[in-house]
């Protein structure tokens, strides 16, 4: 269909964008208009779609661990009883040292990320 926004569809002009994004978090929508050569509100429109397509999942500041003292990573596989799935993933939820948790395949069921002050 002529003109119909195809959901993982990124043409030149988005991947400048985030190029951009990704080089300079912090740049507002008139830096980028000028660095981009394009509108303003080119700009703007292209980041309300590719946010609204969820292309950028947030404009949250990326934390480092280790300058908040968490200098040891570490990832953790569990296997959990049939069933208890969503149960384990609310509990990790309120660790905030369990920075992801994703499903997987294989000998564990669980694969998380952790994060601790000391071994």
Known sequence: MPGAE????????????????????????????????????????????????????????????AALGYTVTAFATLEIRQGRGRAVLDHLRAIAEVLEVHTITGAGDMLCRVVARTN
């Open 6 to 65: 195809r959901p993982h569809a990124v043409d030149e002009l988005d991947a400048r964008l985030l190029r951009e994004l990704d080089e300079s978090p912090r740049v507002g929508v008139l830096e980028l208009s000028r660095r981009l050569g394009v509108a303003r509100g080119t700009v703007q429109a292209r980041l309300d779609g590719l946010v609204r397509r969820g292309v950028i999942a947030g404009f949250a500041p990326t934390l480092d661990p």
